[in-house]
């Protein structure tokens, strides 16, 4: 799979985010955590970690994941979520478009602590972080050259 590039937050902040299941596990940028001045340490083998919330946006809600990540340099985003992210949330990606698919019920309610998923009229997440599903929709359908259909 190659990286593919999504919206994404950290905590309250919007960040570039990466999925990429090549990476084993998951990275966060070293400027990042400089520039958000969120707590690292160091692990037995000498790698940097940090534990971060990250909020990943889908076609009309959004997964919530607290993890360990490492701190890297020379990523293609500030964060890149790898095959650990992936394999506990089971993402659904549509062809090459920019977003990711609403998770069935039977996998969103099989989402392991501290992981979820919620729709976006949840009072979860504040206002001003909530996409517009119907402006991606729309760009989707404006552009419908893959082979999958959505409601309009």
């Known amino acids: 799979m190659n990286t593919r590039a999504y919206r994404c937050f950290l905590g309250e902040t919007k960040v570039s985010l990466s999925i990429n299941a090549a990476f084993e596990v998951s990275q966060i940028s070293a400027s990042v955590i400089y520039n958000l001045n969120l707590p690292s340490i160091f692990d037995e083998s000498?790698?940097?970690?940090?534990?971060?919330?990250?909020?990943?946006?889908t076609v009309t809600g959004f997964y919530t994941s607290r993890m360990d990540v490492v701190v890297?340099?020379?990523l293609p985003s500030d964060i890149l979520l790898g095959s650990d992210w992936m394999l506990l949330c089971k993402p659904v990606f549509l062809d090459s478009r920019p977003f990711i698919l609403d998770p069935t019920p039977e996998t969103a309610q099989a989402l392991p602590h501290p992981h979820s998923w919620q729709p976006v009229n949840s009072?979860?997440?504040p206002l001003h972080?909530?996409?517009?599903a119907s402006d991606i929709l729309f760009s989707y359908h404006q552009s419908s050259s893959t082979h999958c259909n959505l409601p309009a």
């Open 72 to 74: 890297s340099y020379g």
């Open 46 to 57: 000498g790698l940097q970690r940090s534990s971060v919330g990250i909020t990943v946006y």
């Open 123 to 125: 009072s979860f997440l």
């Open 129 to 132: 972080t909530v996409p517009l």
